[in-house]
């Protein structure tokens, strides 16, 4: 069973940096992902990258701010959030080998989450 543990997450102001990370219990060859749900709203795909780190996908929300990088050998994927802003509170989830379109939630692994707030 594929385990997928977050963490990184806080509470940082607007304009700082955080950077969060995917830790998995077994080496993924397939795509991952980086998804956030606000309060009060439903989660949201920010992005993915294939298993070769080849190919990467940006929401539009976060490109040019964001950017999502993975170690195979270290088995994590990571998310540099940079320029964070008020509207990036969320909890973010990472999720691996997708059963539908990579641009949906249909994913099979999903992580726990963890928490990102930022304050103005």
């Known amino acids: 069973q594929v385990q997928l543990v977050e963490s990184g997450g806080g509470l940082a102001q607007a304009g700082d940096s955080l950077r969060l990370s995917c830790a998995a219990s077994?080496?993924?060859?397939?795509?991952m992902g980086w998804f956030r749900q606000a309060p009060g709203k439903g989660r949201v795909l920010l992005g993915f990258?294939?298993?070769?780190?080849?190919?990467?996908y940006y929401a539009d929300s976060v490109k040019g701010r964001f950017t999502i990088s993975r170690d195979n050998d270290k088995r994590t994927m990571n998310l540099q959030m940079n320029s964070l802003k008020p509207e990036d509170t969320a909890v973010y989830y990472c999720?691996?080998?997708?059963?539908?379109?990579?641009?949906?939630?249909?994913?099979?692994?999903w992580g726990r989450g963890t928490q990102v707030t930022i304050s103005s």
């Open positions: 077994v080496r993924i060859f397939s795509i």
């Open positions: 990258i294939s298993w070769n780190g080849g190919t990467t």
């Open positions: 999720a691996a080998e997708p059963t539908g379109s990579y641009y949906s939630l249909e994913y099979k692994y």
